[in-house]
């Protein structure tokens, strides 16, 4: 039973750091699409998916430091991102973020 | 000019704009034992109110929040200074802080500490700072 319970946690330990390179891989892939996209909609999305891949990073580092104080901060960086991302969509549709009278 | 159809930005805004106002009260309450607290509350808020102003505009939303977030400023320091002010009342250095148990109808037995009343005053502060500042940079045109 003990053995079986070490077993388990090893398991968690290896796949985190599995899941913490292949998290990694993909935040360097979307960095040089944000560096390099030709258009600005592209660096756009880019960092949209930089916000999405760091809220992974942060439920796996809460799952290493054995914590659930970083819920909050999962939470916290998914608005952030949904509330910038959509900022920077106003600006290249509209050119201004917010504007006076819509209608 | 064409005109743009905001129609999912608006009916997205009015679903998350609640959610977001109820995870800022959250977080103001679950400021003494967790993450969070004024500062964190306050700036959830503006970014409620700052998604409300991206999709409905300001003249919209100056009719369904007619508040002049520049009046919040001074209403949060009050707030503020009367708690530390407070405590000479009963006789204690300036800013003594304390706490109780009480037992309310819904909740049960809570804890409840004057800290409290320190943190609402941070997070009217904190509220009507930002908004200040983010409505006066959108509204030279």
């Known amino acids: 039973m003990n053995n079986l319970l070490e077993l388990t946690e090893q398991m968690i330990k290896i796949s985190t750091i599995i899941c913490v390179i292949g998290i990694s891989i993909s935040l360097l892939l979307l960095l040089y699409r944000a560096l390099a996209g030709p258009s600005n909609a592209d660096r756009a999305v880019a960092l949209d998916g930089i916000g999405i891949n760091l809220m992974g990073l942060a439920a796996l580092l809460a799952i290493i430091i054995v914590t659930t104080k970083l819920n909050d901060v999962i939470l916290l960086i998914g608005i952030l991102l949904f509330i910038g991302t959509l900022a920077i969509a106003k600006f290249l549709e509209k050119g201004v973020i917010i504007d006076r009278n819509v209608d | ?141």
């Open chain 2, 1 to 141: 000019m064409y005109k743009p159809n905001d129609l999912i930005l608006r009916t997205t805004t009015s679903l998350i704009a609640f959610i977001l106002l109820g995870f800022a009260i959250y977080l103001l309450m679950a400021g003494h034992n967790s993450p969070g607290g004024g500062f964190v509350g306050g700036l959830m808020t503006a970014s409620a109110f700052v998604l409300m102003y991206m999709s409905y505009g300001i003249e919209t939303v100056k009719k369904i929040l007619p508040i002049n977030f520049r009046t919040l400023i001074p209403i949060g320091l009050l707030i503020a200074v009367g708690t530390g002010a407070g405590s000479f009342i009963f006789d204690v250095p300036f800013l003594s802080h304390t706490f109780g148990y009480f037992t309310l109808p819904i909740f049960g037995e809570i804890e409840l500490a004057t800290a409290m009343l320190f943190d609402i005053g941070v997070y009217v502060t904190v509220l009507g700072v930002t908004m200040t500042i983010i409505l006066s940079i959108a509204n030279d045109q």
